[in-house]
């Protein structure tokens, strides 16, 4: 998905919430670290649960892993881990992200402050186990009524080979065929996210409606291969297209087309217009507008879900507006000035971020010139409470620039209630997305399957 930006879900809180002070105590030793320390970040009127992981190695050495649950990771290696009198510093360097905290006299309590990217929020951590995983009703166990074989897919790109899941109906078919892409971040071939896997659910109910499906690990994910930091759009909608072949080739399969979500809305379209082998695109809240358009809109309408008045949603804005257009070329005095309130690490993480290759290409890439030259037939769906990729102004754009080019087969829907996970929803806000007990609404799972059986069913 595209997922909400830092300056959104973070910058926000750190305006709103005031940082705790750090205590004094007598120094312990780093055993008094050690074990599982959970607790609850609040940005706003997002909560997400942190969990972390701390060992003692020879010599006193510590070293850790964090999880975030409400996310589904799990796992992710510290960069560092130390201890200095009775503070504990964790930082994830990559995520730019660092945690201080304090050790309580009775050593089962750490008082302090986490940062990543601009914000910096109090965050108290208990000493306990890490909490179960949420319910999730609708991810399907098996056995299955159908075939599942895992799967491998060679690409063009260097050193590009997918790993992924292909499940077919019972029978010799012809079954018309989809392709899963997710949406942006590194993502998994069931592209968890907040203890959810959507792509699981979705594959499982296309195949039993009838339909051959295939998701992959993004490049560098899971079983694939590749550099997923160094690549762009373009270059997903080339493995798009290379697990269209892959799935085109299968004897069982007739038609084949893309369904990506976020991102993967973009992504079909472009590989669409590459290549004759794409039978039909599902835009799952894809973009109809550039991404910068897309970001300020968001960041908007997450803030405001979060409790922001108009002038600190506006504020928000403004930040994000700044930092994109300042980060990129940062001068030196600007970063010493960041270095003052961020971290060090932090700021490299605002730096990277912004310079990315998918980011520059995601900040200025316009979808409508794409969209207006796909023939194809388009079924685009958004959720009304949508806020990541904000659901009436894409929608439409993306209809009218379908409609433009003289595509004849367009369908788009808004669908009532819906986020932008396509999950029932309350405000359509990203803190809830692991609330909510449903993985994908049966409307919108129905609204797919319905639709691509109506235009490539085999006749029988």
Do not use: C
Request: glycine content about 12%; cysteine-free.
């Amino acid at each position: 998905m595209i997922r909400p930006s830092l300056l959104a879900a973070l910058t926000l809180a750190a305006v709103l919430a005031p940082l705790r002070p750090l205590g004094a105590q007598a120094t312990p030793a780093p055993q008094a670290f050690q074990g599982v320390w959970t607790g609850v970040l609040e940005a706003g009127a997002a909560k997400l649960r942190l969990v972390f992981h701390v060992a003692v190695g020879a010599g006193g050495v510590l070293s850790g892993t964090m999880d975030s649950p409400d996310q589904g990771a799990a796992g992710i290696p510290a960069t560092s881990v130390t201890a200095q009198g009775s503070t504990l510093s964790f930082a994830v360097a990559n995520l730019g992200m660092t945690y201080e905290g304090t050790l309580s006299a009775d050593g089962t309590r750490l008082e302090g402050t986490f940062t990543q990217g601009p914000a910096r929020l109090p965050l108290a951590l208990s000493r306990g186990e890490a909490p179960p995983p949420p319910e999730r009703p609708q991810h399907p166990k098996p056995p299955f009524p159908y075939r599942e074989e895992e799967v491998r897919i060679t690409n063009a790109a260097p050193g590009v080979v997918l790993a992924g899941t292909l499940t077919l109906p019972q029978g010799a078919g012809p079954f018309p065929g989809v392709v899963l892409v997710t949406g942006s971040g590194p993502q998994d071939r069931d592209e968890s996210l907040m203890g959810h896997k959507p792509f699981l659910v979705l594959a499982d109910h296309l195949t039993r409606k009838g339909i051959a499906v295939l998701r992959y690990d993004d490049r560098g994910v899971g079983k694939s291969t590749g550099s997923f930091s160094t690549a762009t759009s373009e270059d997903f909608a080339g493995d798009a297209l290379a697990a269209v072949a892959f799935l085109g080739a299968r004897p069982e399969v007739g038609p084949v087309g893309i369904a990506g979500h976020s991102e993967g809305g973009l992504i079909g379209p472009l590989a669409a217009v590459r290549s004759d082998d794409v039978a039909f695109v599902v835009m799952l809240a894809g973009p109809g507008l550039p991404g910068e358009q897309i970001l300020y809109l968001q960041g908007n309408l997450i803030a405001r879900a979060g409790g922001a008045s108009e002038a600190q949603a506006a504020a928000v804005g403004e930040m994000q507006h700044a930092l994109q257009e300042t980060v990129a070329t940062l001068p030196a005095e600007t970063r010493r000035e960041m270095e003052d309130e961020l971290t060090p690490a932090a700021v490299e993480a605002q730096v990277r971020q912004v310079n990315s290759p998918w980011f520059r290409f995601f900040l200025t890439y316009d979808p409508r010139p794409t969209l207006e030259k796909v023939r194809v037939p388009v079924l685009a769906l958004n959720g009304s409470l949508d806020l990541q990729v904000p659901a009436e102004a894409n929608l439409r754009e993306v209809g009218e620039a379908l409609r433009r080019g003289g595509n004849g087969d367009v369908t788009t829907r808004l669908l009532p209630g819906l986020n932008h996970l396509f999950q029932t929803a309350r405000t359509g806000g990203p803190s809830e997305y692991a609330t909510i007990t449903e993985t994908m609404s049966p409307t919108a799972l129905e609204a797919v399957s319905s639709w691509i059986l109506e235009r490539f069913a085999p006749r029988r």
